[in-house]
């Protein structure tokens, strides 16, 4: 193995490590919902998540790992942001985006991170990376390292058409 495949086998999460985290994903997931199954959502990895009102003042919380779950019918919205450690031990309050609540969906200055508005004057802002790496953990970050490049394209695809129907 060159030394460059030797590096990214080192800084990215091993096969057992995936598994393990989207087996824990879901699980904390279910807990959050006191759901026995996943009922049709896909779930993801999503990280620094921003939430709060926007210019209109309160507080804003930040969130730095959390389990994005949805339903893939972007007419029927229905996703639910669960905040988590970065061990992938606890949970906070989910967050229930759904057609009731919903406002619109747009994407940022930086165009890698997602938006979600409510009609509660609340924005959700995060990102869905493909790969999470080691690196951030060794440095003291605390992230979740992951592979998730279908999931990352699925809810990228989901979250596109959720925008168009809602207007931006």
């Not at 994005?68 to 985006?97: C, M, Q, T, W």
């Not at 994407?107 to 080691?134: A, D, H, R």
Request: proline share 4%.
């Amino acid at each position: 193995m060159s030394l460059l495949g030797k590096l990214k086998n080192a800084l990215q999460a091993s096969a057992a490590e995936n598994a393990l985290a989207k087996e824990r994903m879901a699980a904390l997931f279910m807990q959050s919902l006191q759901a026995d199954a996943l009922d049709g959502y896909q779930l993801a990895y999503g990280k620094h998540m921003k939430a709060g009102p926007s210019l209109s003042g309160g507080s804003r919380h930040t969130f730095y790992n959390y389990v994005v779950g949805y339903k893939p019918d972007p007419v029927n919205i229905d996703v639910v942001l669960v905040p988590v450690d970065a061990d992938l031990r606890s949970y906070g309050a989910p967050i229930l985006i759904n057609t009731k609540t919903f406002k619109k969906a747009g994407k940022t200055f930086l165009s890698g991170l997602y938006k979600f508005k409510t009609i509660y004057g609340n924005s959700f802002v995060f990102q869905v990376p493909p790969v999470n790496g080691k690196a951030a953990s060794m440095m003291g970050s605390e992230e979740v390292a992951i592979n998730q490049e279908a999931e990352a394209r699925l809810f990228k695809a989901f979250f596109e058409q959720v925008r168009q129907l809602s207007g931006k």
